[in-house]
């Protein structure tokens, strides 16, 4: 049999244990399926569809161990199509084509060909374009499943000819359930061998996969294998909180560093922050930091939120991001870990403004749609005789030379005449920059004046 020969999903025997415990229970119809009961619960839409034999094209996804591709062969089971798995990481345009062309053969023959492609953002965009005319003229139903966000993933012709239904983490309960199922079957589980287990063990094995399916059955196992070898006997062997701790040696985080579940939790950091609650960005930090993420990269990220929704509200909050982010290059980790959730505990108790997020925003507009005005004469430096001549410097008020200290000279180009950009919050520290800004204006004003007067005198 080759890669790609059309088989029946599913028809395994039931009893090789030399198959993971994962894929021996995979679950062979809906009644069986567990979790996602917003797509396949009585009346939902996915299950509609299967139910009518009209699925067309879909795309599945979700995270790892939610029913990707049980669900895929399921489909194929219940629709009595031929159903063919691709891996992206192994196939090619070679095999795509060829595997393209027998299905077009088949469908001539009435029969229905189901193609699942697992790991679908893998491909390039001239491999998704390989299937583009067959899934258009209907000689195949696409199914491809994902962990990563389609939009990004997958070429937008191909996407808009498919069908993207979301696959959420399975709940600690709904793990625990299927383990329970597991290790009461006899045929495909751990049934015959009578293990003993508390739901202290079942809800630590739950709380470590993150609602991956997929790992839970592998550390149940694993766990089994502890539990008889220390037990002696199945009627003695149970699977204790201790076991359950030496088979998973290390929780799985799921987290990838380029992907969808990077930038969810940088968002979720980033808001916990925004929104002065340092529980939750100590957690989202936590998260990002047990995963695996660059250190520096969260650093940085501090220092924009420094900027970005504290900025002069408290002025101490950039320095002191900026210290995180050395020290986290001078001691390293897991040292530094400590001193980036100072930064974010002190970011997320400080004062907030965006004040200067949102001038700054308005600058960059005025730059992108006025014209480019020449800085006003009066503004530049004349080093030069003939740059003297030509008006560079004329008319230019050296503040030091008024009492108050504030010249009534405009800075702004002609055509942004008295444009205001910086308009300080009454948080924190913005408080006094608001007043000393008042105060400017109130000095301005007086400048205005002392310099009218003379030639209201002259005039009178």
């Known amino acids: 049999m080759?890669?790609?020969e059309t088989t029946p999903p599913n028809l395994e025997p039931p009893g090789d244990r030399t198959r993971p415990l994962a894929d021996r229970m995979r679950p062979r119809?809906?009644?069986?399926?567990l979790g996602q009961?917003?797509?396949?619960?009585?009346?939902?839409?996915?299950?509609a569809q299967i139910e009518r034999d009209d699925i067309g094209s879909l795309i599945f996804w979700?995270?790892?161990?939610?029913?990707?591709?049980?669900?895929?062969?399921?489909?194929?089971?219940?629709?009595?199509?031929?159903?063919?798995e691709f891996s992206a990481v192994l196939s090619g345009i070679k095999e795509i084509k060829q595997v393209m062309a027998d299905s077009?053969?088949?469908?001539?023959?009435?029969?229905?060909?189901?193609?699942?492609?697992?790991?679908?953002?893998?491909?390039?965009?001239?491999?998704?374009?390989?299937?583009?005319?067959?899934?258009?003229?209907?000689?195949?139903?696409?199914?491809?499943?994902?962990?990563?966000?389609?939009?990004?993933?997958?070429?937008?012709?191909?996407?808009?000819r498919c069908r993207v239904y979301v696959l959420n983490p399975l709940t600690a309960e709904q793990m625990v359930m299927l383990m329970r199922r597991a290790l009461a079957d006899g045929e495909?589980?751990?049934?015959?061998?009578?293990?003993?287990?508390?739901?202290?063990?079942?809800?630590?094995?739950?709380?470590?996969?993150?609602?991956?399916?997929?790992?839970a059955y592998n550390v149940l196992e694993v766990a089994a294998t502890l539990a008889l070898e220390r037990g002696g006997t199945p009627a003695g062997a149970e699977i204790t909180a201790e076991i359950v701790r030496d088979a998973l040696q290390k929780r799985v985080l799921r987290y990838d560093k380029a992907g969808e579940e990077h930038y969810n939790l940088i968002s979720a950091l980033h808001k916990s922050v925004r929104n002065s609650d340092p529980d939750a960005a100590l957690y989202w930090l936590g998260r990002m930091l047990e995963a695996g993420e660059d250190p520096l990269y969260i650093a940085r990220r501090l220092v924009r939120m420094a900027v970005?929704?504290?900025?002069?509200?408290?002025?101490?909050?950039?320095?002191?991001?900026?210290a995180a982010r050395d020290a986290v290059h001078f001691i390293g980790m897991p040292e530094g870990n400590l001193a980036l959730a100072q930064a974010a505990v002190y970011l997320a108790l400080a004062p907030k403004s965006n004040a200067l997020y949102t001038a700054y925003s308005e600058v960059q507009a005025d730059v992108e749609r006025t014209v480019a005005a020449p800085v006003p004469l009066h503004l530049r430096n004349a080093p030069t005789g003939l740059m003297k001549h030509l008006g560079y410097g004329r008319g230019y008020e050296y503040a030091h030379d008024f009492d108050s200290k504030v010249a009534d000279m405009e800075c702004l180009p002609e055509n942004l005449t008295d444009r205001t950009y910086y308009r300080p919050s009454g948080e924190g520290q913005e408080e006094a920059a608001r007043e000393r800004l008042a105060e400017m204006r109130r000095r301005r004003a007086a400048s205005r004046r002392e310099?009218?007067?003379?030639?209201?005198?002259?005039?009178?």
């Open 188 to 215: 495909r589980g751990l049934g015959t061998s009578k293990l003993a287990v508390g739901e202290e063990a079942l809800s630590l094995i739950a709380a470590y996969s993150s609602g991956d399916a997929r790992s």
């Open 62 to 84: 979700g995270p790892p161990g939610t029913g990707k591709t049980t669900l895929a062969k399921i489909i194929a089971r219940m629709t009595r199509a031929d159903f063919i």
């Open 308 to 322: 970005e929704d504290i900025g002069l509200a408290e002025p101490n909050a950039l320095p002191l991001s900026m």
């Open 104 to 160: 077009e053969r088949a469908r001539q023959y009435g029969t229905r060909t189901i193609v699942f492609i697992d790991e679908i953002h893998r491909f390039n965009k001239a491999q998704q374009d390989a299937f583009l005319p067959h899934v258009e003229r209907g000689n195949i139903r696409l199914i491809g499943a994902t962990t990563e966000n389609p939009s990004f993933e997958i070429i937008s012709a191909l996407l808009s």
């Open 451 to 460: 310099k009218k007067a003379p030639e209201e005198r002259e005039q009178r």
């Open 2 to 4: 080759n890669l790609f």
């Open 37 to 47: 009961e917003h797509l396949v619960g009585p009346g939902q839409p996915l299950r």
């Open 29 to 33: 119809s809906l009644e069986e399926f």
